[in-house]
């Protein structure tokens, strides 16, 4: 490939690749995200391409249409493979499916029945991708063209539009237009700060020195929250897109993704993707011919999610251990290496093309009054359709959890939805009919965060789950400050002794102010939002802390110190299975006799409930 | 050593901003940071043996021990806490006989944990070699850990 050294040489190619795909013909995406790699999407993907071989269809499906596409979000149901133009969606497919999927569906279009999508309530069967429940809600703006790119293809990007918005910008809008249109767009910040982006280019732009800094920050920390991966992933130039016309807005020259080493197929994808974009001079210098010139260098953080922290980040970005400072003097003004520097999230810089490309009058009639466009959540824990979701701003928590999500599976009561990662906050089920947008969020003492949605059923413990935030923060806090260090380390010891038994009534107050210490305290994000966890469960769901601390009971059944195991001699059978699987011989018993458990040997590990086919083993 | 370190050094235009990335690929190369490579990195980088170990110690992907022949890493983010990551963990632990972060002293295993890999459909995850293993019970952990070579009882019969 020769580089495309101005505007009309990038459309004629767009035509070309165009041109070379007939619209009608059969193009199978298969889904290798992390999620599908890891239930073998790899191997399905192998097995399509031999079998079409085989099967003498090469003529009807070129190699090229089969395509290994980033996560559609339906992770549940994985590994993913939808058959185009008919957008035929086959789910859990496995290896041994492929010769009769090729030989029916993709030879003679005829449908796989027990492959799609089947209503669980009504037993419907849905055979389009778009038509499933799971997708009717959303608004995939960001994320729908996953299904279309081979996520290792420049071309598959171009094909679809991609860096139009970037010549649209680089040919017909000053900087300062870029801006503007950004700041009328009213995009926020999708990281988790809601800070609006065109305003911290603006300041970034008007700033006193050089260089001056794009960053992306792909360091997506939050346990339970995957979208950035997903993106950065499935489709990196539309990343990229977005820092190029961030960069000629601002007038920086350098620009840096600082992406997590947990995620490495990410890694990669976005390495390939900056060398595909410096073949094709979308990168370098002088790109388009616009005069203007910038390149992007990756780099992988070490596993420290305080580094997700803009001076953290800018601190192990210069190499050196990634401790926050205080922030009187903004990044715009001095970020990295004390240089005017924008950092963005990776769903931030995603959403910039769209708004160039659509203009901020359509990008701002999405949303609501104070939050613009859509957001991508990841909807996880215990739900049955587990995935990724991409939704208007003000949809309500329930649309979100059920009508899209389904549900908490196996019948059980939904507890609550936890939102904006490890600072976040619980939320109950009588708010459910929120609109969910960066306020409102707040107003519940949660926040939008980066966009984790995990959600809990009544076998969870909300005090639990408070001490998990808690440890997980206290061991992820730098150090540098104390209200952080050791606050966190001591409402989590408190913490353990009310969920081992031990807790006392006046502990409550403790918690309590002590939290507000920290969160007045603390130098940076991290510590002030810490005790958040443990601030809404104890607003929403005190009776748990009560039942803890008056009755020592775990009403969820969870908390080690405070529950039995013991097994129902109704429906005991004799099997054997837990005496078997008990590492420590606390169940017993002669084969076919009734077992018993032994309460002062057994360690709680739950091995002989997992594993009991009669629901004889009683947690009390 | 020195050549390695070298070569890896100068993939970076022995730039110190790259400090991170280039003790991850000695890790890599080495199975974790030994001593004598920090040094080399410390004299090649022109930055202070004290700088290299603050950034060794301070990111929790680093290891100045030996790592083990198999990587067991259990998923401890929220979706796979909801669904028993604690449980798995415990039971890792109690079978390798190490807690996260250690290697067991036959340097066959090391455990880990990770905040979260992002499969979070999968979870309850256990890792084991870089391979992610979906939806684990203490069971499926077991076999799975007898394939690897540890002596443990599973629920199916020998």
Known sequence: MKKIKTLEELEQFRKEIQAQRDPKKTVISICAGTGCLALGSKKIAGAIKEEIQSQGLSLKVELSAIKETGCPGFCERGPIVVIYPEGTCYLGVTVEDVPEIVSKTIANNEIIERLVYKDPDTKERVVKDSEIPFYKKQQRYLLGKNNFIDSKSIEDYIRLGGYSALAKALSAMKPDEVIQEVIDADLRGRGGGGFPAGWKWHSTRNAEGDPKYVICNADEGDPGAFMDRALLEGNPHSVLEGMIIGAYAIGSRDGYIYVRNEYPLAVTNATLALDQAREFGLLGENILGSGFGFDIKIMRGGGAFVCGESSALFASLEGRSGEPRAKYIHATDKGLWDKPTSLNNVETWANVPLIINKGAKWYNGIGTEGSKGTKIFSLVGKISNTGLVEVPMGITLREIIYDIGGGVPGGKKFKAVQTGGPSGGCIPAKHLDTPVDFDELTKLGSMMGSGGMIVMDENNCMVDVANYFLKFLEEESCGKCTPCREGILQMRKILDLITSGEGKEEDLDTLEWMGQAIIDGSLCALGGSAPNPVITTMRYFRDEYEAHIRDKKCPAGVCKALIKFSIDPENCTGCHLCARICPVEAATGEKKEIHTIDDDICIKCRACYEVCKFDAIKIM | ?158
Do not use: W
Request: aromatic residues 6%; neutral net charge; charged residues 25%.
């Open chain 2, 1 to 158: 050593m020195e050549d390695k370190v070298r070569e890896i050094i100068s993939k970076y235009d022995s730039d110190k901003a790259f400090l991170v990335p280039i003790l991850q690929d000695v890790q890599k190369e080495f199975n974790h940071l030994p001593h004598k490579a920090l040094h080399r990195v410390s004299v090649f980088l022109d930055v202070p043996i004290s700088r290299i170990y603050e950034v060794a110690t301070f990111y929790k992907a680093f290891s100045l021990t030996p790592r083990g022949d198999h990587q067991l890493t259990v998923c401890i983010g929220t979706a796979c806490h909801v669904r028993g990551a604690q449980n798995l963990t415990d039971h890792i632990e109690r079978i390798l006989g190490i807690k996260p972060g250690e290697t067991s002293g036959d340097l066959k295993f090391s455990f880990d944990t990770v905040n979260c890999v992002g499969a979070c459909a999968l979870g309850p995850i256990l890792e084991a070699d870089g391979d992610y293993h979906g939806k684990m019970t203490i069971s499926k952990s077991n076999k799975l850990l007898k394939k690897l070579g540890k002596k443990v009882v599973t629920d199916e019969e020998d």
